[in-house]
Nanobody, 122 residues
Framework: QVHLVESGGGSVEAGGSLRLSCVAS????????MGWVRQAPGKEREGVAN????????YYADSVKGRFTISQDSAKNTLYLQMNNLKPEDTAMYYC???????????????WGQGTQVIVSS
């Protein structure tokens, strides 16, 4: 079982930055890959950034390429999402997720955190 706890969300103006964090606990074999998935009201879930834990391979949705960076600190069991040049359309609940069966997983993960809200005003 994997337990995921996100933090770092908040409200920022367009062009601003936020860094999301996700502390993971549980068996490491359940964290072969991790990612950040967002969902805005009335919209489908979108896998914005994925990382393969073993090799560090990353994947980004086209909507965030060049603006978001996913990274991990294995010593701290923590996953990060650095979000720069935020846009109003980035407003959503952001979820940390772990354990996938395919690459890139997009939004297809087995374990989920509770989410952290990001609001970007114009």
């Amino acid at each position: 079982q994997v337990h995921l706890v996100e933090s770092g969300g908040g409200s920022v103006e367009a062009g601003g930055s936020l860094r999301l964090s996700c502390v993971a606990s549980g068996y490491s074999e359940n964290r072969n890959c991790m990612g950040w998935v967002r969902q805005a009201p009335g919209k489908e879930r979108e896998g914005v950034a994925n990382i393969y834990i073993g090799g560090g391979t990353t994947y980004y949705a086209d909507s965030v390429k060049g603006r978001f960076t996913i990274s991990q600190d294995s010593a701290k069991n923590t996953l990060y999402l650095q979000m720069n040049n935020l846009k109003p359309e980035d407003t959503a609940m952001y979820y940390c997720a772990a354990d996938c069966d395919r690459w890139p997983p997009g939004s297809d993960f087995r374990y989920w955190g509770q989410g952290t809200q990001v609001i970007v005003s114009s």
